[in-house]
């Protein structure tokens, strides 16, 4: 795959930590590269399970080299443990990628599910299907925290290049190009 964009995609969380890296060429095609989930034991002290991310992420990146790192941006919830932890395992991620140099970005799960499937409000399996599509996978990618990552990662590369760019000018589905347009009229 010439001219890519290899993209580690990370679906933060203190349990199961999703990954995703993927190799994304000009024309939007995408290739699998490694996908998996690092876990942490629930009884295990926060620092204990914050490390065993951190390590996680730098194993993820030592291995994979990748050239930006896409995180899912922590968003008010109704469970305040759960926020919590999501935002202190993002913390590592951003922290993580800072240590290799690698730029970061983060997106809402809306644009996420908005950039793979065309609609911002896709469920989990979805997301899965479409993942699955995208990279020409035989089953869907699981747990769900493994196709999160993956669909971070796909939608950091296809929308992280700016508009008339070789990587950001290539083949969209209809409905990535209704929303890269409405995006482009700030619609969205």
């Known amino acids: 795959m010439r001219n890519r964009l290899r993209v580690l995609g990370i679906d933060p969380g203190l349990t199961r930590c999703g990954v995703g890296v993927v190799d994304v060429a000009d024309d939007r095609t995408a ?73 970061a970005a983060t997106h809402t799960p809306s644009e996420v599910k908005a950039a793979v499937t065309g609609y911002g409000s896709a469920d989990k399996l979805q997301v899965q299907t479409m993942v699955a599509r995208i ?3 035989d089953e869907l990618p699981t747990p769900a925290d493994a196709a999160d990552a993956l669909a971070l990662a796909l939608c950091h590369a296809w929308r992280g290049a700016p508009a008339g760019s070789a990587r950001g000018a290539a083949v969209l ?15 969205r």
Do not use: C, K, Y
């Open 135 to 137: 990279l020409r996978l």
């Open 31 to 103: 290739r699998l590269v490694h996908v998996g989930v690092i876990r942490s034991a629930a009884d295990a002290p926060i620092e204990d399970r914050l490390a065993t991310i951190a390590r996680g992420l730098r194993a993820v990146i030592a291995e994979h080299t990748p050239d930006v790192v896409a995180v899912e941006r922590v968003f008010a919830q109704n469970n305040r443990h759960s926020v919590m932890g999501t935002a202190q395992a993002s913390g590592v991620a951003l922290l993580v990628a800072r240590e290799h140099g690698l730029a």
């Open 173 to 187: 589905t209809p409905a990535q190009r209704a929303w890269a347009e409405a995006e482009r009229r700030g619609r």
